[in-house]
């Protein structure tokens, strides 16, 4: 979706709800992606994917266009969501169909949950060196671990994590740089 598209798109659900299911559609799998990549577990990836996109659709209204994808605001929701869940803050998680049922929403694309966790799981178990580099980022604090995943896990520029966590770009690689120091402990 080219940014035309997507800002066309952004103003049109800010009118109809349902037509956030298209956004839903194109930035779920790499939102999903990337929190069960912070947390190693799919279901609750799925309940704080689940709480990024409500959180999302409730707060379009904020949303402003500058010309920056949409999708920077979703990973720095999804950033938010984990860092409060491995803060231990005990709050609300939305199910997904409740969302969806309450804003009318229906997905273009069909999401096999299923399949989702499947495919996900056999990524997980590729990675050899998955369980050492979690247990290495989960040792490590929140402001580390959010560089680190959005950098390494996401390939993420350095411009793009600075906009999506809104830190200076010379803070990001001071980050990125003492979190490489730490993991090499």
Known sequence: MNKSEERELIQQAKKDPEAFGAIFDAYYDQ??????????????????????????????????WRNISILSWLYRIATNETNQYFRGDKKRLYSLDRLLEE??????????????????????????????????????????????ALRYFEDKKISEISEILGKKEGTIKSLLSRAMDKMQL
């Not at 990337?34 to 999302?56: C, E, M, N, P, W």
């Not at 369980?131 to 402001?143: C, S």
């Open 31 to 64: 939102i999903f992606g990337y929190v069960l990549k912070r947390v190693g577990d799919v279901h609750l990836s799925q309940d704080i994917t689940a709480d990024t996109f409500f959180k999302a659709l409730d707060r379009l209204w904020q949303f402003r």
């Open 103 to 148: 804003n009318n929403i229906e997905f273009l694309g069909e999401v096999d949950i299923m399949e989702e966790i499947i495919n996900q799981e056999k990524e997980m178990e590729r990675a050899e060196d998955w369980i050492k580099v979690r247990k290495l980022l989960k040792n490590l604090p929140e402001k580390y671990q959010e560089v680190v």
